[in-house]
């Protein structure tokens, strides 16, 4: 199952290739959001068939589903995710587009 999250506010598109992806401001993560309001080590997305999980490590800011704040939960497809300041919708199967690109992203902050 191909997952992939779209930024809301454009950017390129994250495409979930490993069965757990650590997402954080560390450069040891396997999605870096190089921004201060994300933790270093901030959730952890973990891929199974039909859904991906995401849980909380922690983090100052928060890791929100849908507007909620979660410590854990599970995405389902159009679900938008919220890690710190970094909007994304969850896209299971075909091909998501995001502001014409859709390559695996090392992202630093929305607007930088």
């Known amino acids: 199952m191909r997952a992939t999250l779209v930024p809301l506010d454009g950017g390129p598109t994250v495409d979930l290739a490993k069965d757990l992806t650590l997402v954080g401001r560390n450069e040891d993560c396997d ?3 190089d921004h201060k309001s994300v933790s270093k080590l901030h959730c952890i997305l973990v891929r199974t ?3 991906v999980l995401v849980r909380d490590l922690g983090s100052t800011n ?3 589903v849908n507007g909620q704040r979660v410590r854990r939960a599970a995405l389902l497809p159009d ?3 919220a890690i710190a300041t970094f909007r994304y919708r969850v896209s299971f199967g075909g ?3 995001a ?3 859709n390559s695996e ?3 630093s902050a929305p607007g930088e």
């Open 79 to 81: 679900d938008n995710l």
């Open 49 to 51: 068939e039909g859904l």
């Open 99 to 101: 502001a014409g690109d």
């Open 31 to 33: 999605l870096r959001l």
């Open 62 to 64: 928060g890791t929100r």
């Open 95 to 97: 091909h998501a587009t």
């Open 105 to 107: 992203s090392r992202n």
